[in-house]
């Protein structure tokens, strides 16, 4: 019972290292990087699979000692083999979280620079999971947006004080003119393709909450492609 319960305190804790080290995104874990972490957990499955075995041992069961050194050996190199493919593990779930979760935006292999996809979504447009001066918000990807633009409920989920804006400008959209307030938007996020000090305008209106991604910032991009289901977004 013992090694029984020892064996299932190493499966958790391979669980746990794996699961960390293919969520982590920024290479650091804890205060350490990646390789210090994989090496640190090197280090503490195979002390665990030592005392496994001392455990056996101590109680004369010698081939209960070798299969426990077999087994922590196995769960070993899978953990390395799921190390070493940890990017592509990512990928695939950066890609079910695409299609599960509107706007999320993925990471994807390119020799371009940065590159982050969205899927098209039921609505037939493509919208952009982004967070705005530290705030979360969800876009509409819109190149015949000027500028980024948000109504009044938006712009006010980001902290903007709607009252007190001058909508004596028009910003142009998909859907025509629109009277506007101009602004900047100190930050603006998506995925790892970070702007500072993005042109932007309040829309005079209340469409519950709408958001425009307009060329303000697509324009600052490498380059934006639209193919199929799919939106590219290459900084």
């Avoid at 004080?161 to 998506?190: C, K, Q, Y």
């Avoid at 042109?199 to 209106?205: F, H, K, L, S």
Wanted: hydrophobic share 50%; charged share 15%; with cysteine.
């Amino acid at each position: 019972m013992r090694g029984n319960g020892l064996l299932l305190i190493v499966l958790a804790a391979i669980a746990i290292i794996v699961g960390v080290l293919m969520l982590n995104d920024d290479g650091m874990v804890g205060g350490m990087n990646e390789g210090d972490f994989a090496e640190g957990a090197y280090i503490g499955v195979w002390a665990l699979a030592c005392a496994s075995s001392l455990v056996f041992v101590f109680r004369s069961n010698f081939s209960g000692a070798l299969k426990a050194i077999a087994i922590y050996a196995t769960l070993f190199i899978v953990l390395v083999g799921l190390y070493a493919y940890r990017g592509e593990f990512r990928e695939v779930g950066d890609r079910i979280m695409a299609e599960l979760v509107p706007g999320h935006a993925i990471a994807v292999s390119g020799s371009n620079g940065t590159q982050f996809q969205v899927m098209r979504q039921n609505d037939e447009h493509f919208h952009v999971a982004a967070e705005v001066n530290g705030r979360p918000i969800e876009f509409l990807v819109d190149t015949g947006a000027s500028v980024v633009a948000l109504d009044r409920t938006a712009a006010q989920a980001i902290g903007i004080d709607t009252e007190n804006l001058a909508f004596t400008s028009r910003v142009m959209t998909a859907n025509g003119v629109a009277r506007s307030a101009p602004i900047t938007l100190a930050h603006v996020r998506i995925g790892d393709i970070e702007r500072e000090n993005v042109d932007a305008a309040v829309m005079d209106q209340d469409g519950g909450g709408l958001s425009l991604l307009g060329m303000s910032f697509l324009g600052t991009l490498s380059s934006f492609d639209f193919r199929g289901e799919r939106l590219t977004l290459t900084d």
